[in-house]
Nanobody
Framework: QVQLVESGGGLVQAGGSLTLSCTGS?????MGWFRQAPGQEREFVAA????????FAADSVKGRFTISRDNAKNTVYLQMNNLKPEDTAVYYC????????????????????WGQGTQVTVSS
């Protein structure tokens, strides 16, 4: 199985933007982004259907983060705008069991081994 590889993280000032990429995504699977801050559990950020025709995001990032995908490149993206210090975390992508706006995703819904993630640090 192809490994998931996240990239695009970095250090940015509050109010700035970053775009994360995740290669190795399954073309016919729902994909999602998660993040883990120091000392905290990994939490759900956003999900996208395999067609890319529906997305949703956690309330904490809604209106600021946008998930998208390019199935021809087996890549999923996370556009992050108006970043805040509380967005500081390691960001991971993974394949999800299914897509549902009514579902409260946890890391238990991920179906593949976790990649190394990409660090995002937002300074105030």
């Amino acid at each position: 199985q192809v490994q998931l590889v996240e990239s695009g993280g970095g250090l940015v000032q509050a109010g700035g933007s970053l775009t994360l990429s995740c290669t190795g995504s399954g073309r016919t699977y729902t994909m999602g982004w998660f993040r883990q801050a120091p000392g905290q559990e990994r939490e759900f950020v956003a999900a996208i259907t395999w067609r890319g025709d529906s997305t949703f995001a956690a309330d904490s990032v809604k209106g600021r983060f946008t998930i998208s995908r390019d199935n021809a490149k087996n890549t999923v993206y996370l556009q992050m705008n108006n970043l805040k210090p509380e967005d500081t975390a390691v960001y991971y992508c993974n394949q999800l069991t299914y897509y549902s706006r009514a579902h409260s995703y946890t890391e238990g819904d991920a179906t593949r081994p976790w990649g190394q993630g990409t660090q995002v640090t937002v300074s105030s």
